[in-house]
């Protein structure tokens, strides 16, 4: 049967993968967008998840196309990379309102109709920094840890329900997010990585199709990690 799907920020990156990987999966994929002109392909919807009206409506959208969100995926997120003396108040506070409160959105949205349905995948995208930590990084491993948290937490209120939540901790992924970094930051990167290179997005994406798939049906609360072996012993 062929399952609803909402991405957010799928419209490019490591979201965009996910949105690819399903829809090859045979699942009805949506996905949300901020900025510029959405990908062809897919049920496209605009959405900041910074706002909880924006949110609302993009689901309200979604289910009307393709019926209940049973596969949900919390990708969107960004950095505001500085060291802590030089980081200001809304450098913290934005990146943990997109990245941490903008998944509880989503995840709340996604939450009721998923009950009704006595089925559901919610599928948060964290990082391999959420357990490291990373400096330069406070803000974005913050929020990345606090998914964690969040999604352990509600993976135990929805266990019996027949709805799973996992987190997704990727490494170094080659996106628009990493290519700001230098030549030799990524570099640096690179040599604490055991495998030696950074991800291709199809790669944290065949992940998440394993987790919003049937086989995967006991899995809920874990904590995935996708990073060449970036973070082990963490
Ligand atoms: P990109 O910068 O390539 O894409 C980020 C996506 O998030 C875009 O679709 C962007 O939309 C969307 N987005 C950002 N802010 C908002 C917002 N307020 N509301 C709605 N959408 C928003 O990043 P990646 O693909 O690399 O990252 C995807 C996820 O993976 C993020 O959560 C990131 O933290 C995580 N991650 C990435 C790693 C990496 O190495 N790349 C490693 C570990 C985790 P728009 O195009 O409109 O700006």
Redesign the pocket.
């Known amino acids: 049967m062929t399952r609803s799907v909402l991405v ?8 965009l993968a996910i949105a690819r990987e399903l829809a090859a999966a045979g699942d009805a994929v949506a996905i ?5 002109e959405p990908p062809e392909g897919f049920f496209a919807v605009r ?4 706002s909880t009206a924006d949110v609302d409506a993009a689901f309200e959208k979604v289910e009307a196309e393709q019926g209940p969100v049973e596969v949900v995926v919390a ?4 950095t505001r990379d500085t060291l802590l003396p030089m980081m200001s108040e809304e450098d913290f506070t934005e990146v943990l309102n ?2 941490l409160v ?1 998944a509880y959105r989503v995840a709340k949205r996604a939450v009721r109709p998923m009950l009704r349905l006595r089925r559901g995948r919610i599928i948060l ?4 920094v959420a357990l490291s930590g990373s400096a330069g990084q406070t803000n974005y491993s913050a929020s ?1 840890a606090g998914l964690i948290g969040f999604g352990r937490s509600l993976a135990r209120e929805l266990a019996s329900r027949n709805i799973t939540v996992n987190i997704v901790a ?4 080659e ?4 290519k700001v970094l230098t030549e030799a930051q990524q570099e640096q990167i690179r040599k604490q990585i055991p495998m030696g290179r950074q991800a291709k ?1 199809e790669e944290v994406a065949r992940v998440v199709r394993f987790l919003a798939s049937e086989d995967a049906s006991y899995i809920t609360g874990a904590v995935i990690p996708v990073d060449g072996g970036l973070g082990m012993g963490h």
């Open positions: 957010t920020g799928g419209n490019r990156g490591i979201g949300t967008y901020r900025t510029g959405c900041d998840v910074t990708n969107a997120g960004i997109t990245n903008g995208i964290s990082s391999v990345k990727p490494g170094f992924v996106t628009d997010m990493t997005p």
